[in-house]
């Protein structure tokens, strides 16, 4: 089903092609074999395909001919050569079956009210998207031929881009990291100094950050109560530190500087997401600048779990809110690259938390729960939410490029976190399964232990 934003779009793109592309006068025919541009020649029109096929092809380096373009009716050819200084055409573009196409230019534009670039900028923005998911489809058609695809990756707009986007960050990220470390340092000789009893709250927060599990919390909370005599609040708070009996008997006065204890605790815990948030960034990161490119630094034993909780103290801000429910079994190491495991339930659970908070959904509870299991020599990671499910039309077409599920007001995706789910996954030799259930949707991973090597 249509959004009103689809809808809408759609009007205005039929609206536009209406006006603008319907003059006789301005409508030419081809027959199979016909070329209607060639490569690097001279082009300053923009075409719509009122019926029948185009196809574009570049010649490489090697002699060999690239699909570049499939265009039939509806689609628009000829955009980067009219509207780009040069006007010469990035490719050879030539009739399949007998076409016939309208077009403009802006010698003889029929609208004196408004310029040729805002009145066609719907049309535009709608075949820019559509050629993203043409250049997708084409890569997984010539998979096997790697040299072209590779050629087509690294030249593409998309990398370029990315690289560039990445070169930046990476200037920032260097100064957010290594101020994170020299405040880290700074905070810990201070507090060696000035509140020497209360250290071991400071560091441990700082190192272990926030491991303890909800379970865990639970379980010690009453504990501490009756031990200490504390408040229900401070109690709740201190048994999420890890802090041991041993570690709090060092601490004079405990009662008295518990707000101090929590406080430096919370402190250092933070450091710690800050400092796993810039790693995990700084992976990301590396991974845009290679866009497109395979077989990242592997081999280390990764432990599921843990990076589970890394990508939920990454994802705090995105799960405020939201029940999230650990069920984490005894699973074996994978063989991997941490960054890449922490990024695929990072998207995971994103895409849950997005689906729970979604505009005019109406639920008892918002609710992740997160199970893990070996099956089979497999670890089995299974994310379920009780969000409003995913469309039966979107489910085939879900690890896709540049499709999203998500709907209203502002939240507008490129569509790329579950197709970088999916890439991760069947790099370790995995496999994703995404379903609807009585209460959600169920993303399912499954990894081969000791497999991405």
């Known amino acids: 089903m249509l959004t009103m934003f689809?809808?809408?779009?759609?009007a205005r793109i039929e609206a536009t092609i209406a006006r603008y592309f319907t003059d006789a006068d301005r409508t030419i025919h081809l027959d199979p074999g016909n070329i209607l541009m060639v490569e690097g020649q001279h082009n300053d029109r923009l075409f719509y395909v009122r019926s029948g096929c185009l196809m574009g092809h570049i010649e490489t380096a090697a002699g060999l001919r690239a699909t570049t373009l499939r265009a039939s009716a509806g689609d628009v050819v000829g955009v980067q050569s009219f509207f780009s200084g040069s006007h010469r055409s990035?490719?050879?573009?030539?009739?399949?079956?007998?076409?016939e196409l309208s077009w403009v230019d802006r010698a003889t534009w029929p609208d004196d009210e408004v310029s040729i670039e805002r009145a066609l900028m719907p049309v535009i923005v709608y075949e820019l998207l559509r050629r993203q998911t043409m250049v997708a489809e084409l890569a997984e058609q010539h998979l096997d031929e790697q040299e072209q695809i590779e050629r087509l990756e690294r030249f593409s707009f998309?990398?370029?881009?990315?690289?560039?986007?990445?070169h930046e960050l990476n200037n920032a990220l260097t100064v957010l990291v290594r101020?994170?470390?020299?405040?880290?340092?700074a905070i810990s000789d201070r507090v060696a100094k000035d509140q020497s009893m209360l250290r071991e709250a400071y560091e441990k927060g700082r190192t272990e950050g926030r491991h303890v599990s909800t379970a865990e919390a639970r379980q010690r909370l009453s504990d501490l109560k009756s031990k200490h005599h504390l408040v229900y609040a401070q109690a709740r708070k201190l048994s999420q530190t890890g802090l041991s009996d041993e570690q709090l008997s060092g601490i004079k006065h405990l009662k008295k500087n518990i707000d101090t204890l929590l406080e430096l605790w919370e402190l250092g815990a933070t450091l710690n997401d800050m400092q796993l948030a810039s790693e995990q960034a700084e992976h990301v990161v590396n991974s845009m600048k290679n866009l497109g490119a395979r077989g990242s630094k592997r081999g280390e034993p990764i432990d599921i779990n843990d990076s589970i909780g890394v990508a939920l103290r990454i994802m705090q801000n995105a799960t405020k809110g939201v029940q999230v429910v650990e069920e984490l079994g005894d699973v074996s190491p994978v063989e991997g690259n941490r960054g890449e495991l922490v990024q695929v339930w990072s998207n995971l659970i994103k895409n849950a938390a997005e689906a729970l908070n979604t505009a005019g959904q109406i639920r008892p509870e918002k609710r992740i729960t997160i199970t893990t299991t070996m099956r089979n020599n497999n670890a089995v990671v299974t994310i379920d939410d009780t969000g409003p499910g995913i469309a039966e039309d979107v489910l085939p077409r879900i690890f896709e490029p540049s499709v999203t599920t998500k709907k209203t007001g502002l939240s507008f995706g490129l569509g790329l976190g579950l197709s970088i789910v999916l890439r991760h996954v069947t790099d370790y030799g995995g496999t994703v399964d995404v379903s609807n259930t009585d209460h959600g949707a169920r993303f399912t991973v499954t990894i081969p232990t000791g497999a991405g090597s």
């Open 90 to 99: 990035a490719q050879s573009i030539m009739a399949v079956e007998p076409t």
């Open 179 to 185: 101020g994170t470390e020299w405040i880290g340092e």
């Open 158 to 166: 998309l990398g370029q881009l990315a690289a560039g986007v990445a």
């Open 6 to 10: 689809e809808q809408d779009s759609d």
